[in-house]
């Protein structure tokens, strides 16, 4: 499949400056609803599903079943077992992906039109008829578990998994969405098959395509793949408050380096304010080299290697997070250093230049992101998945040009408060004066 890669690129060389793609809604006559790219230049199409939800199902105590049911879709289905799930696949040259984060299962599927009736029979068991042998559960829950005991000694790992902690308390939020070594260790099969049931459902799939397919191919396609799941699967969670106020924990870690991760209650992806927020936090702490945060961290001070920030809109949550590591000896400097940043910004704003900077860069860099079928795919999902209208590729770019420096500075008054910034640091760091009871 590698060969498909330069002609994608040569395909979506010539994009302007917005994204002129033509996207089709299409409905299934069973009911299902995708949005499809057709491009019949290259004989292969991508296909990307996704169901909302994914490990915020876990109930307490199952932590893990979510990810570990996800992991488990390609051990094999139907009459095939893991080995001749892989042989039929491989057979074919299509490409599954299965995975799942806090809101989501994601399913990602490649195939070449000539094999395409194969490549969707294996999906389709995959998705309706997991084995869930006990065989696969064990090496599968294996790999799981090393992973987990990995995240135990990556101390950028503790101190996310703390700060989600902190910040959600028992919502599963708070929870390991990976699990632990004893709620993964203690997942029984049937567990898994009642995870399935919950995550996988049709009330909860998104399905975009892009590529050689026609929208009456991709209708057929939909039912046949997704006809048989059940209506509605397992109740999702409520919204939660974003519970951490301002201050410093630390989590005691043996390490020369300390990573600091950051945040407080951020906005969510449909607030009129998000657009700005977004080109507030290209200047803040988005922009790489050129950003606030790596000029003062970074460039002038030498405090570390990178420091970034980024908006994290959740489905029952919304954040405003970021992440700097230090020695252990600097790091109070950094922190010290980003909260006077974010004070600053909240006072005094952006420049103009700041701004015209940030604009020019999100909007240049955005047709380069459908770069070909795979790609525009997750883009189309993800679109759906946000609540974005169908049109917006051919008008997100001019809602950033309508951005005004009275817009960002205003959002940037109310959304940055640096005095409810927590840090989570984990390491050995030094002067650093933590938060009565976290």
């Given at each position: ?350 420049t103009e230049a700041e701004l015209e900077a940030a604009r020019t860069y999100l909007t240049g860099a955005y047709p380069l992101r459908f770069d070909g079928n795979g790609p525009i795919a997750r883009i189309l999902v993800g679109m759906q998945m946000d609540g974005l209208p169908i049109t917006y590729p051919q008008t997100r770019n ?41």
């Amino acid at each position: 499949m590698k060969w498909l890669a330069p002609l994608a690129l040569a395909v979506f060389a010539a994009l302007p400056a917005r994204a002129e793609i033509e996207i089709e809604e299409v409905t299934s006559p069973g009911g299902i609803t995708a949005w499809l790219v057709e491009d019949h230049n290259i004989p292969f199409t991508a296909l990307e599903l996704r169901f909302q939800g994914g490990t915020s199902l876990d109930a307490p105590g199952k932590e893990g079943a979510v990810r570990l049911m996800a992991a488990l879709l390609e051990e094999g289905a139907g009459e095939r077992d893991a080995q001749a799930f892989a042989a039929a696949t491989e057979t074919i040259a299509a490409d599954f992906d299965y995975d799942a984060r806090n809101d989501a299962v994601s399913v990602s599927a490649r195939f070449l039109t000539e094999t395409r009736d194969e490549a969707v029979e294996l999906l389709r068991a995959s998705l309706m008829e997991p084995r869930f042998d006990e065989d696969a559960i064990a090496r599968v829950r294996s790999q799981a578990l090393s992973a987990i005991r990995s995240d135990l000694n990556d101390p950028g790992a503790i101190a996310s998994r703390e700060f989600a902690r902190l910040a959600f308390g028992d919502h599963p939020y708070g929870r390991a969405s990976d699990g632990t070594i004893e709620s993964v260790g203690a997942l029984t099969r049937d567990d898994l098959v009642a995870a399935h049931a919950d995550a996988l459902a049709r009330d909860r799939v998104f399905v975009a395509a892009a590529g050689d397919i026609t929208a009456e191919e991709l209708g057929g396609l939909l039912d046949e793949l997704l006809g048989g799941l059940p209506e509605t699967g397992g109740a999702r969670p409520g919204d939660v408050a974003v519970a951490l106020p301002g201050g410093i924990s630390v989590v005691e870690f043996a390490t020369p380096q300390s990573v600091a991760v950051f945040g407080h209650e951020g906005l969510p992806r449909d607030d009129e304010d998000f657009f700005a927020a977004f080109v507030l936090n290209q200047i803040l702490g988005g922009g790489g080299f050129e950003s606030r945060l790596m000029q003062e961290v970074r460039e002038k001070r030498g405090l570390t290697y990178g420091v970034y920030s980024y908006l994290a809109p959740k489905d029952h949550a919304a954040l405003y997070m970021g992440r700097v590591a230090s020695a252990n000896d600097r790091i109070a400097e950094a922190i010290e250093v980003i909260r006077g940043e974010w004070a600053r910004i909240a006072r005094d704003g952006v420049t103009e230049a700041e701004l015209e900077a940030a604009r020019t860069y999100l909007t240049g860099a955005y047709p380069l992101r459908f770069d070909g079928n795979g790609p525009i795919a997750r883009i189309l999902v993800g679109m759906q998945m946000d609540g974005l209208p169908i049109t917006y590729p051919q008008t997100r770019n001019d809602q950033l040009a309508a951005i005004t420096l009275e817009d960002v500075n205003r959002v940037a008054a109310e959304l940055l408060k640096p005095e409810r910034l927590h840090f989570v640091v984990a390491g050995q760091p030094e002067g650093l004066e933590t938060t009565p009871g976290q």
